[in-house]
């Protein structure tokens, strides 16, 4: 190698070095620098997963305090409209109307519901929806199987805020 070297002009020898310089900085740049380039965009990657993640999770955060707060025109019986007409009104609507056998004044703001032959799931739906629209929560609810099969006679207090 030697030989070789030294039968080169001395400005061929400069030039060898530096090439050769040359190129052993660009494989060790490109061997530190690929590497952490890939893991900067894995990083950045995570990131934005991370800040999707939190947007999320702050959406779903105000949408159960939205939940959660009642807001005024969703609460209380409409004006001229009694307890015992909304709940007939409702019922109807929800297609249970014909399951009530009577609705009774229960004190100023409740009334007692009595059900024969409702299904378990459309009173459930009629009840949430009268709370989450109305505010008009159960304040006593007791249950008897029907003779109908999947059938129940409900007996129920609702009460308005």
Request: charged share 20%; aromatic share 4%; hydrophobic share 45%.
């Amino acid at each position: 190698m030697t030989t070789l070297r030294s039968s080169r002009s001395p400005r061929e020898r400069a030039a060898i070095t530096i090439a050769a310089f040359v190129l052993v900085m660009a494989g060790v740049f490109l061997s530190v620098t690929q590497p952490m380039e890939k893991q900067r965009e894995r990083t950045l990657a995570q990131i934005e997963s991370a800040r999707a993640t939190i947007d999320y999770v702050n959406l779903a955060g105000q949408r159960a305090a939205a939940l959660r707060t009642p807001t005024a025109e969703g609460l209380g019986i409409p004006t001229g409209e009694t307890l015992m007409a909304l709940l007939d009104r409702t019922a109807t609507a929800a297609g249970i109307a014909a399951t009530i056998k009577r609705i009774v004044p229960a004190g100023e703001h409740e009334a007692s519901v009595a059900f024969k032959d409702i299904g378990f799931d459309e009173l459930i739906l009629w009840l949430a929806l009268l709370e989450t629209d109305f505010g008009i929560t159960v304040t006593q609810l007791s249950a008897n199987p029907s003779s109908s099969s999947g059938r129940t006679d409900v007996s129920v207090v609702l009460g308005s805020k």
